[in-house]
């Protein structure tokens, strides 16, 4: 199970740390992404991190995202920073194994940026 939380309402320019935490998986074993899908628009890869703490950004949030994870706390983080418009959207937690097909999804969290 993936339970995600932090989501809300935020102006422009203003910051929001999601919150995804992970149980019944060997967490530190997977690699963890951030997925968002805008109103009427198709699901976008954000930002991941492996196993081996690699992160990686979608070109849009690189500079604005911060991926992290706490092994010992079974969580992954997206700390947003300088939000746009352009940012609403449901996020999604996503983890992902590095070794076979095997993804789960958590249920989504609604990010809203308000200009």
């Known amino acids: 199970q993936l339970v995600e939380s932090g989501g809300g309402l935020v102006q422009v320019g203003g910051s929001l740390r999601l919150s995804c935490e992970a149980s019944e998986f060997k967490f530190s074993q997977y690699t963890m992404n951030w997925y968002r899908q805008p109103p009427g628009k198709g699901r976008e890869l954000v930002a991941y991190i492996s196993s081996r703490f690699t992160t990686n950004y979608a070109g849009s949030v690189k500079g604005r995202f911060a991926i992290s994870r706490d092994n010992a706390k079974n969580t992954t983080y997206l700390q947003m920073d300088s939000l746009k418009p352009e940012d609403t959207a449901v996020y999604y937690c996503?983890?992902?194994?590095?070794?076979?097909?095997?993804?789960?999804w958590g249920q989504g969290t609604q990010v809203t940026v308000s200009s």
């Open positions: 996503n983890l992902e194994s590095e070794y076979t097909t095997y993804n789960y």
